[in-house]
T-cell receptor, first 116, second 113 residues
């Protein structure tokens, strides 16, 4: 069974540009989560999509947005990039949309975004 | 304020030795607690998920404990191997919705030969 995949592996942008990151969940999973992991910091929750809908978002500005497609893959867009957006962006998927669920989130390898 | 604190921040042990990582949380209401292992440059991998009623859960050489009264959890690694070198992240999920997924900063473990 293929795991969660993310593309690209690395992305280099300059300040003010836009970045698009992509995630494909494990087959059969309907929920996709996005996290930001800045260097030396813990994981920060960004967005949660399930069945094509945004279910919740973390404390990030509106220039962080995304969507989930009918095949449950997802895209994270970051507009007007700032230097502090440089981080590892991780995508995870799970089979359950319940926040009370004990279902495991399976993480992808991440996209390392560098903003110059 | 909902917080998850892990200790120590980093730890160096010799191959074959045991170690215990700590996680204290102030998250309420509590749903479940998870331990993840994250190798450098990779996504986290789930080790254990513990609900309120579970005190101990093992996954191979990893054993997690949970004391819901004192809001403490520990991850014990037995007979460490070089491949155990990674960051170990404690995550607490509150019952208040997914924006209540609270991550600890992690403990960076280095196992030396």
């Amino acid at each position: 069974e293929a795991g969660v995949t993310q593309s690209p592996t690395h992305l280099i942008k300059t300040r003010g540009q836009q970045a698009t990151l992509r995630c494909s969940p494990i087959s059969g999973h309907t929920s996709v989560y996005w996290y930001q992991q800045a260097l030396g910091l813990g994981l920060q929750f960004l967005l949660w999509y399930d069945e094509g809908e945004e279910r919740n978002r973390g404390n990030f500005p509106p220039r962080f947005s995304g969507r989930q497609f009918p095949n449950y893959s997802s895209e994270l867009n970051v507009n007007a990039l700032e230097l502090e957006d440089s981080a590892l962006y991780l995508c995870a998927s799970s089979s359950s949309a319940s926040s009370y669920s004990t279902d495991t989130q399976y993480f992808g390898p991440g996209t390392r975004l560098t903003v110059l | 304020k909902n917080q998850v604190e892990q200790s120590p921040q980093s730890l160096i042990i010799l191959e074959g030795k045991n170690c215990t990582l700590q996680c204290n949380y102030t998250v309420s209401p509590f749903s479940n607690l998870r331990w993840y292992k994250q190798d450098t440059g990779r996504g986290p991998v789930s080790l254990t998920i513990m609900t309120f009623s579970e005190n101990t859960k093992s996954n191979g050489r990893y054993t997690a404990t949970l004391d819901a009264d004192t809001k403490q959890s520990s991850l014990h690694i037995t007979a460490s191997q070089l491949s155990d070198s990674a960051s170990y992240i404690c995550v607490v999920i509150s019952g208040g919705g997914y924006n209540k997924l609270i991550f600890g900063a992690g403990t960076r473990l280095a196992v030396h030969p």
